[in-house]
């Protein structure tokens, strides 16, 4: 088969996506996280009468602990299929990258099979996250003097 007429055949049978479509339900799903992580600041905030940089943290574990646990449970997957990037970008992306990695090596050991794929896909975001981090760290010196 020549080449133009197999790329014929994949473009036909290559499902379209709406990108429109996409874009608005991100926006509104990451949206709808965005206020949820704000009322979990605020609840912490109140019950523990704590300051709203502590009560970010339990957030921030509030949420990658939801991540985990809905992803192991196996409802995470279909969430993202239908919200796309607004669930993937918040703190729940990370969590549901990291644990849907556990979850398909677990049968390799606990070494060998988690240990060494849990970071697979998670990992480029923490290295890019630490090196950047640094070099923006390294600037505010340079330009706020200290």
């Not at 049978?13 to 479509?21: A, F, R, V, Y």
């Not at 799903?29 to 009560?55: E, R, W």
Request: overall charge positive; proline content about 1%; some cysteine.
């Amino acid at each position: 088969m020549e080449k133009a007429a197999y790329n014929k055949i994949v473009k036909k049978n290559t499902p379209s996506e709406n990108i429109l479509k996409n874009a608005i339900i991100a926006f509104v799903i990451g949206g709808i996280m965005g206020v949820i992580g704000n009322a979990l600041v605020q609840f912490y905030s109140y019950v523990f009468d704590l300051s709203s940089k502590d009560a970010s943290v339990f957030m921030i574990i509030t949420l990658v602990f939801l991540g985990c646990f809905l992803t192991g449970l196996g409802f995470f997957d279909k969430w993202v299929n239908f919200a796309r990037c607004g669930l993937i970008v918040p703190i729940t992306g990370f969590a549901h990258a990291m644990m849907s990695a556990a979850l398909e090596y677990r049968k390799e050991g606990l070494v060998t099979g988690i240990g060494m794929n849990m970071f697979k896909l998670a990992g480029s975001v923490i290295i890019f996250g630490v090196v950047s981090a640094y070099i923006f760290g390294i600037l505010r010196i340079i330009i706020m003097g200290g």
